[in-house]
């Protein structure tokens, strides 16, 4: 989400920077490196650059934060821009947005102190940490997992199984795209050996439409609005995978450090969610002071990646950024164990934590 969660491709600053904001401040993203997270964008929102923030008063010393958010500005990422623009946060915490730009990894800056908090897959959490970094998923972002198998509609794929003997594209075997397509390889009874793998970057709409594969790995909220966008006909194949989708994540140590600035970037991340989901025509008005050409076919698709992308937000219970469910988690770690992506035996539950989500 990785995003990521219409995110995409090449575009925007290659140079990482953070804008201090408490109020409203525009931003710069960097993909997250979840798999369709990065494709859609560069049909949905061809943006670059930044329009110069506001200056704001400066919080209590020592009251300051930086969460890390992806490549380029999107309206996938509303809720920080209307929690910044609305003051959301509690008083005496400064909340900076700062975008990774190209080619930082999704978690260097996390690691390096340089920003306290990111967004990313639950899943890309927890082989994170398999790695030994420390990070704790604090919040969900997206109660729903995002990534679908996205087909011709005429296809005969109905099915993960269907796609036995055929080719498949995927940006890279990196991120959500690629521990979807394992795990609902496994699922379906399939290995990586039944199908071919093509990894086409974040080109997953020239590679189906011209026929250079046979069913593309996208995100709902963002490469099946581009196709259909682009008036090509698609079936969407939902894997229904146990992977938790994207959350907000900062460090144990500094969540041990700083529970009150945790708490508050949760509460104000919810609700720019809440009036993201309530409120779409002020949330697109809000997101146009924070993505450049915010205008023209921009605004249109917008306008569908928005419902598309707040659906998401809402977890089985229909809440928004709901608590994370500890057997989900089980899951997700026994599922990514058994297809390689972490050691078999990978405790998940200092991964995450409902302390700070009012659960």
């Known amino acids: 989400m990785t995003h990521r969660p219409a995110m995409s491709g090449p575009s925007a600053g290659s140079a990482a920077s953070a804008v201090s904001t408490t109020s409203a401040a525009p931003t710069r993203f960097r993909r997250w490196r979840v798999g369709a997270a990065a494709a859609a964008l560069a049909v949905v929102t061809a943006l670059t650059g930044c329009s110069t923030p506001t200056p704001h008063p400066s919080a209590a010393p020592g009251q300051s934060t930086i969460v890390g958010l992806t490549y380029i500005p999107n309206i996938q990422f509303a809720p920080f821009y209307v929690a910044d623009h609305n003051a959301f946060y509690t008083s005496d915490v400064s909340v900076s947005l700062r975008h990774h730009g190209a080619s930082e990894g ?13 967004v990313a897959g639950g899943d890309e959490i927890l082989q994170a940490r398999s790695q030994g970094i420390d990070i ?16 011709p509609a005429d296809s005969p794929i109905t099915s993960v199984a269907d796609l036995a003997g055929r080719t498949v594209g995927i940006p890279g075997k990196f991120g959500e795209n690629w521990f979807a ?41 963002s490469d099946v609005i581009s196709f259909t966008s682009a008036g090509f006909p698609v079936r969407v194949i939902d894997p229904q995978v146990p992977l938790v989708s994207i959350c907000l994540a900062t460090t144990t140590t500094y969540a041990q450090d700083h529970p009150d600035i945790v708490a508050a970037v949760v509460a104000g991340m919810k609700q720019g969610m809440t009036t993201s989901l309530d409120d779409p025509d002020q949330t697109l008005t809000i997101a146009a002071d924070y993505i450049p050409s915010f205008r023209g076919d921009t605004l249109a698709t917008a306008k569908l990646v928005l419902p598309a992308t707040t659906a998401l937000f809402l977890g089985p219970d229909q809440t928004v950024s709901p608590p ?33 989500t009012g659960a």
Do not use: C, H
């Open 324 to 356: 994370f469910d500890p057997a989900q988690w089980t899951q997700m770690a026994d599922a990514m164990a058994a297809v390689g992506l972490i050691p078999e035996g990978t405790d998940p539950v200092a991964a995450y934590t409902n302390q700070y």
């Open 106 to 118: 999704l978690f260097n800056a996390l690691a390096a102190d340089q920003e306290q908090f990111v």
């Open 136 to 151: 704790v998923a604090v919040a969900s972002y997206y109660g729903q997992y995002p990534a679908r198998f996205i087909v």
């Open 181 to 221: 397509l394992l795990i609902a390889l496994k699922q379906a009874g399939l290995s990586e050996s039944d199908v071919t793998i093509a990894e086409i970057g974040y080109t997953q709409q020239a590679a189906l439409t011209t026929g250079k594969v046979d069913a593309v790995i996208g995100f709902a909220n």
